[in-house]
């Protein structure tokens, strides 16, 4: 009867035994479960400083978001206050040296081809400080520009 218990007991602290490892374990591989939380008397324990590169991490993609659209609005601006103006930049001017449809689709390709890139290369979370920083640089340069024609006259 007590070798029957032992092997009981036994095979008991082997299964606890294993559960416990399988809890402990840090790397996961492909199909692994993650770990639970520990409990200590009904309270989650945390890592504070992961919360705190969580908060860090969504006030950054936030930054980033509002610099896309600040940007995007500036130059819009930019475009709205060069309509029908003579335009200065050869570049962006219609064949009659106005500010039109050619300038917009031009501005709206550069703006393109800013953001999509951002997109593409959004799971950097490195790369959003640059991205923001370019943005709302790019953002003051058009709002100067918008500024700036709004003191220019249309012509008649």
Known sequence: ????LFKRAFAAMAILGSAGL????TARTPGQIAPLPEFTAGVIRTDVASVKDAR????LNHLWIASMVVMAAASGADAATS?????GNSLLASPDGRFGAKGVSIKVGIAAGVVIPQILFRRHKD???AFSLGN???AALFSGI????LGIAAPK
């Open 136 to 138: 709302f640089a790019q």
């Open 127 to 129: 790369l959003r400080m």
């Open 1 to 4: 009867m007590t070798t029957q």
């Open 83 to 87: 309509w029908g103006k003579l335009e």
């Open 146 to 149: 918008a500024v700036h024609n």
């Open 56 to 59: 860090h991490d969504r006030n």
């Open 22 to 25: 399988m809890v402990a374990q």
